[in-house]
């Protein structure tokens, strides 16, 4: 048994401690939003918040989780940090088949609460580790940046 | 916890150690790559003791938890291992692998075992017996096999506290981010009145084991900018000779003639 807080409640988790953090995300917890895409830490799709850092849930065992504190998509999606990041991407079309957002938008936080005024390499920097294949990254850049503009207060 | 044990202090994980069959978990950025399901993991992120960056009248000791995020935001860390740190995978791999994972793993490719060999750490490694300081390069044996006994914890890595500041750090990798080193090469001169008090180069990912060869770099000690000019031919053909790229995704002969590149860039910023 393992118990930590997910997205702001105390859970037990039956998974033994080898398991991997993704694995139980997705089949026990159903927390689906954290997806898996290469499971060796390449590709940032798996993406979640451990005690306020972003890590990769696929290269994360379950017994160094005990006592932590997890924040996945479907825990940050309430906040109004994710409203403003949701606008922002929306607005330059930041995203097209939406694989990779759910780790982008937590890297994207994490960049943002760590500096609420980023310069464009700093958040180029910030989502290094995420892969897209989709946009070409300007406009998650971009993104990013508007929020950081528009969000003036929440981060 | 079934399959693992959490350690929340080093007596602790010590005792468990002793007398379990564990694999010792740091971060688990390499360890879960190839995640074993019937591993036993001994938890270290939250052993207090290995968690700490702190100096002493001699050494910056560096727990060997602590992520590369915390060597990056320590105060007292080396410049030449923030770098280096600063180059390693991306954010959320920083945050969660270890410099000790990242030493005990055992590859040449290690991108801080790389500037603790050219800094000449020291490891201190500690069982439920006792403990022994060693220098790293006497803890690897080759690639992917270090001399850490089973009942034995990497605890610190000692570093020294002066004579880094005037360094060298280049890694060659395919990428800016989450790059694997092709080539990777690290040193630190010393200039004191005049004369070259220290020189130490390590180059990475060419052998099985970090090149570090001190009994070449002492051509150079002791000897002015001058003379170590007129030395040079010498210094750079006995690298030369030592540095025999095994065999790898790209080719030796590429490894072979950035690591020289490397090492004449080091010397010519030097004024060598």
Known sequence: ????????????????????????????????????????????????????????????????????????????????????????????????????IPGMILASECILAQNPNPTEAEIREGISGNLCRCTGYNAIVEAIGIAAKGGQGLW | MVNGYQATSLKEALAILAKEAVTPYGGGTDLMIAADEKANYLFLTKVPEMKNIV??????????????????????????????????????????????????????????????????????????????????????????????????????????????????????????????????????????????????TAFGAVSDVIIRRADIDAMLVGKTIDEAKAVKEDYLAAFAQVIVPIRGRISAEYRKSVCMNLLCDFLESNGI
């Open chain 1, 1 to 100: 048994m393992i118990k930590f807080t997910l997205n702001s409640q105390e859970v037990i988790s039956l998974a033994k401690a080898n398991e991997r953090l993704l694995d139980v995300l997705r089949n026990e917890f159903s927390l689906t939003g954290v997806k898996c895409g290469c499971k060796e830490g390449e590709c940032g799709a798996c993406s979640v918040i451990l005690d306020g850092r972003l890590v990769n849930s696929c290269l994360v065992a379950m017994g160094h989780i005990e006592g932590s504190t997890l924040v996945t998509i479907e825990g940050y999606r309430g906040t109004d940090r994710f409203a403003a990041l949701a606008k922002a991407y929306a607005a330059v079309s930041a995203v097209q088949c939406g694989f990779c």
């Open chain 2, 55 to 200: 100096e002493d009248k001699e050494y910056i000791r560096i727990g060997a938890a602590c992520t590369f995020t915390d060597i990056i935001e320590s105060a007292l860390a080396p410049a030449i291992l923030k770098e280096a740190g600063a180059q390693i995978a991306a954010p959320a791999i920083r945050n969660l692998g270890t410099v000790g994972g990242n030493i005990c793993n055992g590859s040449p490719k290690a991108d801080s075992a790389l500037i603790f060999f050219a800094t000449d750490a020291k490891l201190r490694l500690v069982s439920s017996k006792g403990e022994r300081v060693i220098p790293i390069a006497e803890f690897y044996l080759g690639n992917r096999k270090t001399s850490l006994q089973a009942n034995e914890l990497l605890v610190e890595i000692l570093m020294k506290r002066t004579g880094l500041s005037n360094y060298y750090y280049k890694k060659v990798g395919a990428r800016a981010a989450l790059a694997i080193s092709r080539v990777s090469f690290a040193a630190v001169l010393n200039v004191e009145q005049g004369k070259i008090v220290a020189c130490e």
